[in-house]
Nanobody, 120 residues
Framework: QVQLVESGGGLVQPGGSLRLSCSAS????????MGWYRQDPGKQRDLVAS???????NYADSVKGRFTISRNRAGTTVYLQMNNLNFEDTAVYYC??????????????WGQGTQVTVSS
């Protein structure tokens, strides 16, 4: 099992910044991907950004140039620096860790979610 603990959400004005953190513990496989997803009520959970254990990075088009994802050296903490936030960024943000095993099998773990609200 893997445990994920998120922090850093909150209320911010348009154009402001927030930094989300997610610390992972437990059975973290050497090959994995950590990422951030977000979800509005009644909608599906969408990928915001991800970073693999070999530092491959992906961003949703809507956040490119504004958000930056990174991991600590140990690979146990993932950060999401969010700049120039706008109303559309309001959502619950979930941390995800996906362990990738031989043969293509995967296991997903989720944090409890942290609310980000952009409001004037």
């Amino acid at each position: 099992q893997v445990q994920l603990v998120e922090s850093g959400g909150g209320l911010v004005q348009p154009g402001g910044s927030l930094r989300l953190s997610c610390s992972a513990s437990g059975r973290i496989h050497g090959i994995n991907v950590m990422g951030w997803y977000r979800q509005d009520p009644g909608k599906q959970r969408d990928l915001v950004a991800s970073i693999s254990s070999i530092k491959t990075i992906n961003y949703a088009d809507s956040v490119k140039g504004r958000f930056t994802i990174s991991r600590n050296r140990a690979g146990t903490t993932v950060y999401l620096q969010m700049n120039n936030l706008n109303f559309e960024d309001t959502a619950v943000y979930y941390c995800n860790l996906q362990n990738i095993y031989g043969g293509g099998s995967k296991a997903d773990y989720w944090g409890q979610g942290t609310q980000v609200t952009v409001s004037s």
